[in-house]
């Protein structure tokens, strides 16, 4: 059974950094794109950041591009989302999902079968 579950969440200050931690559990890693989205108050969820299957290749939304760095290790079956130079509109549940497969779309939730319960990511002095 695919199982996915978030930590690394909190409250840090603008300008601060934060790495959450995506375990996985019940299959292959290597098999699976992992994608990042957050859903902030009123909002709908959006695409974050998003590691394909087999190449390891990394796709970010514009606003976090240069801020935000995913990647994942297979020997551990977790997949990481460092958080650098936060601002306030970073603010939002951060979930993690799996895909068998290729994604098309990766900033599409639809795209993804298996989800995480997200964990909360609070920027703000």
């Known amino acids: 059974q695919v199982h996915l579950v978030e930590s690394g969440g909190g409250l840090v200050q603008p300008g601060g950094s934060l790495r959450l931690s995506c375990a996985t559990s019940?299959?292959?890693?290597?098999?699976?794109?992992i994608g990042w989205f957050r859903q902030a108050p009123g909002k709908e969820r959006e695409g974050v950041s998003c590691?394909?299957?087999?190449?390891?290749?990394?796709y970010y939304a514009d606003s976090v591009k240069g801020r935000f760095t995913i990647s994942r290790d297979n020997t551990k079956n977790t997949v990481y989302l460092q958080m650098n130079s936060l601002k306030p509109e970073d603010t939002a549940i951060y979930y993690c999902?799996?895909?068998?497969?290729?994604?098309?779309?990766?900033?599409?939730?639809?795209?993804?079968?298996?989800w995480g319960q997200g964990t909360q990511v609070t920027v703000s002095s």
């Open positions: 999902a799996a895909e068998r497969g290729v994604v098309v779309r990766w900033y599409q939730d639809y795209e993804y079968d298996h």
């Open positions: 019940g299959f292959t890693l290597d098999y699976y794109a």
């Open positions: 590691i394909s299957n087999s190449d390891g290749r990394r």
